[in-house]
């Protein structure tokens, strides 16, 4: 898995209908628009009125209006209108504003009344989302308007209580359907944010892999390739040392040592390399067994160490454990063969008798000033190696040489 294995961005929902778009990206046009409409409408219904019939409120006998009325209307329609350009940010003040002028002009006609039929809309769908009590507050605030309208509807002849009724039912019918229209918000809204946290997780998880990957290969790179460049060195310093002294193999004997100094720094630019990733355990097929560490010993036999192998017990079937211990014994025979001095003996003993006991020793006395120095990072990956299964390894020196152990317990990594 690479990066490029990860899910592009989400597009986010758009809403249904040309309406919807246009309302969700243009929402300030929109207002104005209809604010600009419903306040042309209702000054035409004033200058309607003005131009009427007697007998209405606010009109003289003979057909004139009062001054002062006319100029009430003009201004209350006007600061009616600007305020539900509001309504989004300041739905409750707008609602009160618009409230009590429309309850002023109620008397006066009904574009007052779709004002506050709009102001009633907002009180709800416009609650902050993060107001937990919004619906509380929008019904509170209805409630008051109810109250005032049944009492205008008691005290105003020309109202009426019923008339007042069916006000209060048709603002309570808009007031509904504005909850409803916000808790369908706030669910979709959550479950956009549900959405993005699943994808978000997902893409994290598809990074986890990213990284085990990276260490996975970084593990099993400096499980072989190291191991291998390691073995080649001293294969053309063997080489190279047979040959010293003699004239006949002079060309053999520099590209020999040519071969040794070109893997002394490839394995010096590997381990660099190493740095930039981690450690994983995670095994992969097809992966080293059990039954080839016969193969490794003979390659490191080629490479003039004298290695003994002696086995007991079953061989555990789990192929985690199997990688293991390959990886044990490939790390152990690699420090002997970087570390160890002129080893005269160097034995490898399994132990499956109970669990996986793993011991590499030898008698070779350290090396001092090698020009081939150890990251620390092998015997760190047995010990981790170890820990997955429930083991532990350690390395140290012992009274005539060093020794490497490395154990799983009996049952582990086995399946149930």
């Known amino acids: 898995m690479t990066a490029s294995t990860l899910s592009p961005p989400r597009v986010q929902p758009r809403p249904p209908g040309r309406l919807g778009r246009l309302i969700a990206a243009r929402p300030r046009t929109v207002d104005a628009l209809v604010v600009g409409i419903l306040l042309a409408v209702w000054l ?73 039929a709009v102001a009633t809309y907002s009180l709800a769908a416009h609650q902050p989302d993060q107001t937990a009590k919004a619906n509380r507050v929008a019904q509170l605030a209805f409630a008051a308007l109810a109250i005032v309208i049944l009492v205008y509807g008691i005290t105003v002849p020309i109202v009426g209580v019923g008339n007042a009724l069916f006000v209060i039912a048709i603002y309570f019918a808009i007031l509904a359907l504005s909850i409803s229209v916000r808790e369908r918000r706030l669910y979709l809204s959550a479950l956009i944010a549900h959405a993005d946290a699943v994808e978000r997780e997902q893409d994290q998880r598809a990074q986890l892999a990213v990284a085990d990957e990276r260490e996975h290969i970084a593990r099993e790179m400096h499980d072989v390739i190291a191991h291998g460049l390691t073995v080649m060195v001293r294969l053309a310093d063997g080489a190279g040392s047979r040959l010293d002294g003699s004239t006949e193999y002079a060309d053999v004997r520099r590209a020999a040592q040519h071969i040794a100094d070109t893997g002394r720094r490839s394995l010096a630019d590997t381990r660099r390399m190493f740095s930039a990733f981690g450690d994983d355990e995670a095994s992969r097929e097809p992966q080293p067994t059990i039954e080839q560490i016969p193969t490794l010993v003979d390659d490191y036999r080629r490479a003039g160490m004298p290695v003994t192998v002696t086995q007991r017990g079953t061989v555990p079937t789990s192929p985690g454990v199997q990688l ?25 003993d399994l132990d499956f008798t109970s669990g996986a006991v793993i011991t590499v020793t030898d008698d070779g006395a350290a090396h001092s000033g090698d020009s081939v120095h150890g990251s620390g990072r092998g015997i760190t990956g047995m010990q981790q190696r170890a820990a997955i299964f429930g083991g532990e390894a350690s390395a140290g020196p012992i009274d005539d040489g060093w020794q490497v152990s490395f154990r799983i317990p009996s049952g582990e990594g086995e399946d149930a």
């Open 324 to 348: 293991a211990v390959f990886r044990a014994v490939q790390e152990s025979l690699t420090n002997v063969l970087k570390h160890a001095k002129a080893p005269s003996a160097v034995t490898v």
């Open 44 to 116: 035409l219904a004033i200058v309607q009125d003005v131009v009427a019939r007697p007998g209405v409120p606010g009109a003289h006998a003979d057909g004139t209006w009062a001054l002062w009325v006319v100029i009430v209307r003009y201004a209350t329609a006007i600061m009616a209108s600007a305020a539900l350009l509001l309504r989004r940010k300041y739905p409750v003040i707008v609602f009160t504003v618009v409230a009590v002028i429309g309850l002023f002009t109620l008397l006066y006609g009904w574009a007052g009344g779709v004002a506050l």
